[in-house]
């Protein structure tokens, strides 16, 4: 009884100091200084000591974002150093030689790690870098962007990454939604591998956003969806919060428009705030990508009974900058 208890502490143990962590994003807005950052891991809060998937994200408002994962340890110590060095204004690669050069976990070396590092550099610019490491579990990878950084390990293929990429790059609208349809675009049985027998993505998700003004980690957009009923996969979760939470936080984005039915098997209706102004509307899959393009001023129907059935996102804009997206079913 002895041995077996011993054990048991042994296991405990490994679970507060050790968790392996998937695929995310980090990426910055020059227009409105916001950061942000998104992921998801097939891990919920029984599996690694109540943390979830957002252990690997911490944001500085106005600054930037880090994302440590692969051989995370609990807590993240590789992570609160690398936002120190944020804090003292070091750059995305000096961040990163520093975590090379003082890895501060007792678990593994650099060779395990995984960072996706994105800044504003207070001239406008972005500063972006990103770090794989060579026993970071395969499929293991990193696309760097101009505002972006994309990462993850333990992937079923490449395509999880390429996919967060055209999600994020074929979406317009705010930072939140690019980061939303990023995650859409990762979404697909086994995306990180250990969840493909279940048939969902990953166990737990997360998405936020820190505007200029925000202070500390009271991030003005902060969603996390763990502990999913078998089956669910949490990045449906995700956009559910999303769609119920974004235009509450970012009503400068805001954008008022009704879409009509949100399932349907061949007409959608569109019906604009204010007739005699000039709108885009862009039909996207769930990979972000732009199915087709409608230019219009008043309130209009489109046919779309020539696409495939599944799920589509309508965003419609204005020349003000405004935004509205809503998901619908076709069947």
């Known amino acids: 009884m002895k041995y077996l208890t011993v054990l048991l502490l042994i296991f405990a143990l490994s679970q507060t100091i050790y968790a392996q962590h998937t695929f995310s994003i980090v990426a910055i807005d020059t227009v409105t200084n916001e950061v942000g950052s998104a992921g998801a891991t097939c891990l919920n809060s029984d599996d690694c000591a109540q943390c979830n ?66 800044d504003l550099d207070g001239n406008g610019g972005a500063r ?55 995650m859409q675009g990762a979404k697909i049985a086994g995306a990180d591998s250990r969840c493909l027998a279940d048939g969902i993505s990953s166990k737990s998700a997360y998405l936020r956003v820190a505007c200029p003004s925000d202070i500390g980690t009271d991030y003005c957009i902060d ?74 001023s008043n309130s209009t129907q489109i046919d779309i009974s020539s696409l495939p059935a599944g799920i589509y996102f309508i965003q419609i804009s204005n020349r003000k900058g405004n935004y509205f997206t809503q998901k619908i079913l076709l069947k």
């Open 53 to 118: 998937a957002a252990i690997i994200s911490r944001l500085v408002p106005g600054r930037g974002a880090v994302n440590a994962q692969a051989s995370v340890c609990l807590p993240n110590s590789n992570l609160s150093a690398a936002i120190a060095d944020m804090m003292l204004g070091l750059s995305p690669e000096e961040i990163l030689n520093n975590r090379i050069d003082n890895d501060a976990c007792a678990f593994g070396n650099i060779t395990d790690r995984q960072y996706g590092i994105a």
């Open 128 to 182: 972006t870098t990103a770090y794989t490491g060579t026993n970071a579990l395969d499929t293991a990878s990193h696309i760097i962007g101009i505002n972006y950084t994309i990462q993850g390990n333990i992937l079923i293929s490449e395509q999880v990454l390429t996919g967060m990429e055209a999600g994020f790059i074929g979406t317009t609208g705010t930072l939140a939604q690019k980061l939303m349809a990023a």
């Open 223 to 296: 969603l996390n969806v763990t502990d999913m009923p078998a089956g669910i996969d949490p990045i449906d979760s995700l956009q559910h919060l999303f769609d119920n939470e974004i235009v509450a936080v970012n009503d400068i984005f805001s954008l008022s428009a009704k879409v009509f039915p949100t399932i349907t098997n061949d007409i959608i209706n569109i019906q604009l705030e204010e007739n005699g102004q000039a709108y885009d509307i862009r039909i996207t899959n769930t990979n972000g990508i732009i199915i087709t393009n409608h230019s219009t």
